[in-house]
């Protein structure tokens, strides 16, 4: 059975002025918290290539729980 979880990635943006850093949340249907956050750092990775930013390999995760989400 899936569940959502959320998960936090972190980034760094070495090209701005002060390089600063961005948090980044995302939603993930999954069978549990491993699977959302191998869902989430594979995405972190493309999104860092994508846009020229350091993924940090810093993630945290949380069981969104009740009620499902919604807009």
């Known amino acids: 059975m899936s569940e959502w979880y959320v ?10 002025p002060g390089a600063p ?3 980044r949340i995302t939603l993930w249907r999954a069978s549990g918290l ?3 956050i191998e869902s989430a ?3 972190a990775g493309r999104y860092a290539a994508e ?3 350091t993924f940090l390999d810093f993630s ?3 069981a969104l729980g009740e009620p ?4």
């Open 60 to 62: 945290q995760a949380y």
């Open 34 to 36: 491993g699977s959302a």
């Open 7 to 16: 998960v936090r990635c972190v980034f760094q943006w070495h090209s701005w």
């Open 21 to 23: 850093y961005e948090e």
């Open 51 to 53: 846009n020229g930013v």
């Open 68 to 71: 499902e989400p919604g807009e």
């Open 41 to 43: 750092e594979r995405e």
